[in-house]
């Protein structure tokens, strides 16, 4: 190890990296930072668990129409810890909507996203962005007829856009329907294009971080120096915090994997619609907002809250940051949770039969319910 | 007047553009690449919908026109009619509903009447009709 060192002293100026990497890790960090600050590197965590994975899955998985669907059965039946691979990265998915949801709501309600730190909420915003587009495109990688469908369903939708819809519609499934071009799109996007952008946006990010520091709870412009008092080092005090909610996670993933295991279903066929086609978890919200408007209007409706959520920072310019001295934005922000939230549940029981209390109920198209005779 | 100056900035445009040029024509090529290069389905003349004895009145078939679902609809005064089966709200395929003699999408509740017109639901349009023709007892649909 000296050997090493002193053979790479003589090539690259080592006092300086030392130097830089030594300011990195006890960099302090403000003293109400806490176990809700761990929701942003449990999304780093998943980015790593999906990169993994994914080039796992990658090297059993044929990305053609013929044996898209047997690749991904082989891999879950036949292949050594298949199933464990498939399933990390199938619930990895959804756990890394939820951390970088959780891990937004604490930025707003801390008002973390406040001047100077403008960017980094957006370039954070940007990758949940991507992150639901790598859902996006992956969910109709395994070619069953859940996964056609809702990207039939999903492509349709963009047709509606005036003037270019028709073709964007088209270059995105490169064809008139979903088909093996839609299929070859959607893998080089998900496994070339959407890694590079997220892997930029993430840097981009983390550099805003480390050069910023994270916010504390003063107002803006009123912010302490990063020393004194309270303030905790990253290494080896919030590391080690990281490290434990590391271990726990990766154990509850591995445990829902096991309980819950990813499915299959049937593969697809493009002449029959199966009944009750609805879209995972996290596009509910805007698949029930987009039945409630004309096609058109639907989609110029459902662009407004994550134009907002984009631009947040640069419409709520208050210099406050502390929960209880923000009360219209909070309110507004718990607002768009609450609504968010109804709409997703709205989505979900839309079109589906329920009992409840030993009452049947149908939920029509809307949401709305009706007792069954 | 410094006599370089202009020299440097005819330079530094000519240089500019010239990135533009390369860059844009290069772009152009790689957006066309993109695009798809051909329309898929319908290819040449009339695709085959089954034999006309087994399609009863009132009833319907789905068929396969070249990759594309094809619904056959026999009406009850005789003759028949073939629809389009993608609903044009947003893509799924219709199903003929024998109990209410309405072409039902099953995603989002759409119905169709058998003249392929909306009767409810989000559709915009009716659904596309293609001519039949009857050559004996095989039916064949211009798609």
Redesign the interface.
């Known amino acids: 190890m000296k050997r090493l060192r002193s053979w790479l002293a003589e090539r690259l100026p080592m006092p300086a990296i030392d130097g830089f990497l030594k300011a990195q890790a006890s960099k302090p960090l403000p003293p109400h930072t806490s176990w809700w600050h761990t929701f942003g590197s449990l999304a780093l965590f998943l980015l790593v668990n999906q990169i993994v994975t994914g080039i796992l899955l990658m090297v059993y998985y044929r990305p053609t129409t013929e044996q898209a669907f047997e690749s991904v059965g082989y891999i879950s039946a036949k292949v050594t810890f298949g199933w464990l691979i498939r399933g990390l990265h199938a619930w990895g998915s959804t756990l890394m909507v939820i951390m970088l949801l959780f891990h937004m709501i604490r930025t707003f309600f801390s008002g973390a996203f406040k001047k100077p730190r403008e960017l980094t909420w957006v370039a954070g915003a940007l990758t949940l962005a991507v992150t639901l587009t790598f859902c996006f495109t992956g969910y109709l990688l395994p070619w069953n007829q859940l996964s056609y469908w809702a990207t039939t369903v999903g492509t349709e939708a963009s047709g509606a856009i005036p003037v270019a819809g028709q073709g964007l519609r088209r270059l995105l499934l490169g064809g008139e329907a979903v088909s093996q071009e839609t299929l070859s799109r959607f893998y080089v996007v998900h496994v070339v294009v959407l890694p590079w952008v997220i892997g930029a946006l993430v840097a981009v990010h983390f550099a805003l971080i480390r050069v910023q520091g994270l916010a504390t709870l003063e107002r803006v412009g009123e912010e302490r120096p990063p020393k004194g008092a309270g303030w905790i080092p990253f290494f080896p005090h919030h590391v080690l915090k990281e490290l434990m909610v590391f271990s726990i996670f990766l154990a509850a993933m591995i445990t829902l994997v096991v309980l819950s295991p990813a499915e299959l279903g049937e593969k697809a066929d493009p002449l029959v619609t199966p009944a009750g086609i609805k879209p995972e978890w996290y596009f509910l919200p805007t698949y029930q907002l987009l039945k409630y408007f004309p096609q058109l209007l639907g989609l110029f409706v459902s662009m407004v809250p994550p134009l907002l959520v984009l631009i947040w920072p640069f419409l709520d310019r208050t210099p406050e940051r502390r929960f209880s001295k923000r009360p219209v934005s909070v309110a507004i922000g718990i607002s768009a949770l609450v609504l968010a939230v109804g709409l997703g549940v709205l989505g979900w029981v839309s079109e589906r039969k329920l009992s409840l209390f030993g009452t049947p109920w149908h939920f029509d198209h809307y949401g709305m319910p009706s007792r069954e005779p | 007047m410094n006599p370089e100056l202009p020299r440097r900035t005819v330079l530094d445009f000519a240089l500019r553009a010239g990135f533009a040029l390369v860059a844009g024509g290069m772009a152009v090529p790689g957006a066309l690449y ?3 290069a051909s ?3 319908p290819g040449e003349g009339p695709v085959p919908a089954g034999p006309a004895d087994t399609l009863t009145p009132g009833s319907a078939r ?1 068929v ?1 026109a070249r ?3 094809v619904l056959v609809l026999a009406k009850p005064d005789g003759g028949f009619r073939a629809f389009s ?2 609903c044009t ?6 199903k003929w509903d024998d109990a209410t003699k309405t072409i039902l ?5 759409g119905v169709f009447g058998s003249d392929g017109k909306v009767q409810s ?2 559709p ?1 349009r009716p659904l596309p009709e293609y001519d039949v023709i009857r050559a004996g007892n095989e039916l064949k649909v211009k798609v």
């Open positions: 993109l695009w798809p329309r898929q389905g789905m396969n990759g594309r679902p089966a993608i709200h947003l893509g799924c395929v219709v999408c099953p995603c989002h509740a639901g989000p915009p």
